[in-house]
C-alpha cells in the first residue's frame, strides 16, 4: 500500500515539472517575438514616381538610403517625416537640368522646382527691361527647359566717315584748244554721323541717322581746258559780231592787259565784291562801274563783258590799261600780259 502511495507522488510530481517547463518555453517564445516586433522598423520611400516599403531596424536616414539601395545626388530634395513609433516617410524629389544661353556664355543649373526667375537667380544671371528671354519669368520650370537670354542695348554712336571730292572741268581762254591743264587739286572732306542705335548681343540691328556734321569740307578738282569761251560769267546782252559789240561808247584798242586775283571776299576799291568778271581800271580814264566788254582783236582771247571796280599803281601810273581779276592765282598767271581791245559800253 505504502509503494503504491509513493508511486503516485512520484507521477504527480513528473506531471507538475512539464506543466512548468511547458509555461516557462510559452513565455519566452512570447518575449522573442515581442522583442523582434519592437525592433522592425516600416519605412515608406517615394521616388520617382513610385513607393518603396521597406522593413528595417535603422532608423537613420542616411542607412535607410542606404539599406534601400536608393541613390540621391546632392541636387535631389529629399524630405524625411521622422519615425512615428516604428513608421516613417521618405520623399525624394528628383533634381533636373535647365539650361541658360546669355552673354555667349552656357550656364547649367538643377532644379526640384521654381520658376525660370529662380533659375536665373540660382545661375546668377541678371536681366533688365530691354532684355529678351525666351519664356516668362513667372513660369515653372520642366525637365531640359532652355532659356535663352538676348542682350538689347540703346546707344548713340558717332562714326567719321568720308566725304569724296568732286572733279570740275573748266572751259578757258587761257589755254589753246585741246590743251589741260589741273588747276586745283581735289581733297577729301571729312563730317561726323551721329547714330541712335540698337544692338541684340553687342550686334547693330538697327540705326537711325540723329545728326550729321560737316568738319571739312571737300575741295573740288579742277581741271583747265582750253576753248573759246569768255572768262567771264556775265552777259550785258550787247549784239558781239566778228569778235566786237555792235554799239558801245568808246573803245581802247592794243591795250596792255594782266591779270590778279585776291583771297575770297575781296573788295575793289569801288567797294564791289571782287570775282571773274570784275577788272582794274584807272578810274580817271574808265570810271567805276562802268560796263565793259574786253577781247583780242583776233578773237583768240576773250574776257568777256566786265565792271570796272577796282584800281592800281600800274593802271594809275598808265603802265598798264586794265589788270582782269581771276578767281585763282594760277589763272592769273597763265593770263600774263595780254593785248585786248576795251569797248566800253555804258
Known amino acids: 500500500m505504502n509503494r503504491i502511495f509513493c508511486m503516485a507522488r512520484l507521477a504527480g510530481m513528473v506531471v507538475k515539472s512539464r506543466g512548468f517547463a511547458v509555461s516557462v518555453l510559452s513565455v519566452l517564445l512570447s ?19 513610385q513607393t518603396t516599403i521597406l522593413n528595417t531596424s535603422e532608423r537613420e536616414l542616411d542607412a535607410i538610403l542606404e539599406e ?29 537640368p535647365v539650361v541658360i544661353r546669355a552673354d555667349k556664355t552656357t550656364y547649367q543649373v538643377m532644379m526640384t522646382e ?7 537667380e540660382k545661375a546668377g544671371v541678371s536681366i533688365d527691361d530691354d532684355d529678351l528671354i525666351s519664356h516668362p519669368l513667372y513660369e515653372f520650370l520642366e525637365e531640359n527647359d532652355r532659356i535663352f537670354i538676348n542682350r538689347i542695348d540703346y546707344r548713340t ?7 569724296p571730292y568732286e572733279v570740275e572741268t573748266r572751259t578757258t581762254p587761257l589755254l589753246r584748244s585741246g ?9 577729301t572732306g571729312k563730317k561726323i554721323l551721329t547714330y541712335g542705335e540698337t544692338t541684340r548681343d553687342g550686334v547693330v540691328e538697327e540705326a537711325q541717322l540723329l545728326g550729321e556734321n560737316i568738319v571739312l569740307r571737300p575741295t573740288t578738282q579742277i581741271h583747265l581746258v582750253g576753248g573759246n569761251v569768255p572768262v567771264s ?29 585776291a583771297g575770297g571776299n575781296a573788295r575793289g576799291a569801288s567797294g564791289n565784291s ?18 565793259l566788254y574786253i577781247t583780242s582783236a583776233d578773237g583768240s582771247f576773250v574776257y568777256g563783258y566786265a565792271i570796272a571796280s577796282d584800281t592800281g599803281t600800274g ?12 578767281d585763282t592765282y594760277l589763272e592769273s598767271l597763265l593770263n600774263g600780259l595780254r593785248t585786248v581791245n576795251i569797248y566800253v559800253l555804258e
Open 233 to 261: 560769267p556775265y552777259d550785258f546782252g550787247y549784239t558781239i559780231v566778228d569778235n566786237a559789240p555792235t554799239v558801245y561808247k568808246s573803245v581802247i584798242t592794243n591795250a596792255k592787259a594782266t591779270g590778279y586775283s
Open 68 to 96: 534601400s539601395g536608393i541613390s540621391v545626388s546632392s541636387h535631389d530634395e529629399v524630405a524625411f517625416s521622422g519615425f512615428d513609433g516604428n513608421v516613417a516617410e521618405i520623399s525624394i524629389t528628383r533634381a533636373f
Open 179 to 187: 590743251r589741260s591743264r589741273l588747276l586745283q587739286e581735289g581733297a
Open 274 to 291: 571782287l570775282s571773274a568778271g570784275h577788272v582794274a581800271v584807272n578810274p580817271n580814264v574808265i570810271p567805276y562801274g562802268s560796263k
Open 31 to 49: 518575449l522573442t517575438v515581442y522583442a523582434v516586433s519592437a525592433t522592425t522598423n516600416t519605412v515608406y520611400i517615394r521616388a520617382d514616381q
Open 114 to 120: 521654381g520658376t525660370v526667375a529662380d533659375a536665373l
Open 157 to 163: 554712336m558717332a562714326y567719321e566717315e568720308e566725304i
Open 315 to 326: 593802271l594809275i601810273e598808265g603802265i598798264i590799261d586794265v589788270d582782269l581779276f581771276y
